[in-house]
């Protein structure tokens, strides 16, 4: 019977304890608008690829509270979000700030862009 009764609390003891705005909507919908906007430019730092918002990680589900928490407490989207820059670097962001060491970033694109539109108007002249 112990046995039993181990093997059924297994699940129970797999999950995890994630603050209850992990995944409960703020009851104010202009909170919420401005929570989930920001969240949606937020990127997760455990996937990488993904947003909190759309992340299911421990780790998004804890930020989308904090985001949750601060916009409830009346901060506004950008003071959040320097919070969390400050908190956990600049790669939390989407758009990072344009600094030396992010400057590479931004310029990529429109270097990028230049070499491809040479490219094809070099093409285009000799037809």
């Known amino acids: 019977m ?15 304890a994630l603050p209850r705005l992990a995944y409960t909507q703020l009851r104010d919908p202009d909170q919420e608008r401005q929570a ?18 759309d992340s299911d990680a421990d780790m998004a ?18 003071t959040v979000r320097a919070w969390l820059i400050a908190r956990y670097g600049d790669y939390v962001s989407y758009a990072p700030p344009i600094r030396g060491a992010t400057l590479p970033l931004w310029l990529a694109p429109l270097v990028l862009l230049a070499v491809g539109a040479w490219l094809a108007r070099g093409s285009f002249r000799r037809r």
Do not use: D, H, K, Y
């Open 36 to 53: 989930r906007a920001l969240m949606e430019t937020l990127r997760c730092v455990v996937c990488q690829g993904q947003s909190i918002a």
């Open 61 to 78: 589900g804890e930020m989308r509270a904090l985001v949750r928490t601060r916009i409830a407490r009346g901060e506004g989207p950008e």
């Open 2 to 16: 112990a046995a039993v009764a181990l093997l059924a609390a297994v699940p129970v003891a797999a999950q995890t």
